[in-house]
């Protein structure tokens, strides 16, 4: 057996020439490689903490402050737009048939205040360590636990159906061209963002506002994730109440084709 000094390739190299090591340009690709990322984190965090929620916290402060303005410049809106109407109204030549007519008319329209008996409904998640309370079903998913778009329309739609003469969502009057969405786990409502619980009130006869939540399908399979992990359902009668009325602006908006 020969000794591993004679063996072939263990020699010294010959005179002039360098050995090609891959572990030197290895470790040179790792060494660029680490400095690249580093400089991409400083580029990007620009002196930042970029490990932290700030940011998300800044846009959720932002939402909320847009929210909070939505509501005041609607209030402002509310008393010009009655204080228009009250100089509109002196002597503007109208007969008081007409003048009823229109009166009747705003009333439909949703941005008169209007009072009545009515029922509000409360929606809210479920608890977040909810499991399943009857046999036969399984544990939750997190979508399960949260009231979702649909259930609040499924809600509209049969108090409407039940000859509701209007709704009020949280402290918001509906008219035909308002949309009830959720982003997440907030309603969006006509420029204001909402949290749970819920509440959405009608005026209207209350027995038959009742009948009409009971009789809705979506409203029936609302109520197995209730009575199952524990989804927030309540109904209650408020006796007379005034709705306000609708104090938003009342122009459609479109998309154009760029011309």
């Not at 544990?139 to 509701?164: F, K, T």
């Not at 306000?244 to 154009?256: F, M, N, R």
Request: aromatic share 6%; glycine share 10%; charged share 20%.
């Amino acid at each position: 057996m020969s000794n591993s000094a004679d063996s072939p390739g263990t020699g010294p190299s010959p005179a002039g020439t360098r050995r090609f090591r891959p572990v030197r340009v290895l470790t040179a690709a790792v060494f660029a490689l680490a400095g690249l990322i580093f400089f991409t984190s400083f580029d990007t965090a620009k002196g930042t903490n970029i490990r932290t929620d700030a940011s998300l916290l800044k846009l959720s402060d932002l939402i909320q402050e847009r929210s909070h303005k939505n509501a005041s410049l609607d209030d402002s809106n509310g008393v010009l737009r009655g204080q228009v109407d009250g100089l509109a109204g002196r002597e503007n030549g109208s007969s008081q048939a007409e003048t009823d007519k229109v009166a009747a008319l705003e009333k439909k329209a949703g941005t008169r205040p209007l009072k009545g008996k009515a029922l509000t409904v409360t929606l809210n998640d479920a608890p977040p360590n909810a499991t399943a309370k009857l046999p036969g079903y399984p544990e939750p998913q997190p979508d399960y636990l949260v009231i979702h778009q649909q259930d609040l329309q499924a809600v509209v739609n049969a108090l409407w159906l039940g000859g509701a003469q209007g709704i009020k969502v949280m402290d918001q009057r509906l008219i035909s061209t308002s949309a009830v969405r959720c982003v997440g786990n907030t309603l969006i409502l006509q420029g204001r963002v909402y949290s749970p619980p819920y509440k959405i009130t009608a005026v209207g006869d209350p027995e038959k506002l009742q009948k009409a939540l009971a009789d809705s399908p979506a409203i029936q399979n609302y109520m197995v994730y209730v009575n199952v992990y524990g989804l927030g359902w309540k109904v209650e009668e408020n006796g007379t109440v005034t709705l306000p009325g609708y104090s938003g602006t009342v122009d459609l908006h479109y998309a154009k084709p760029v011309e």
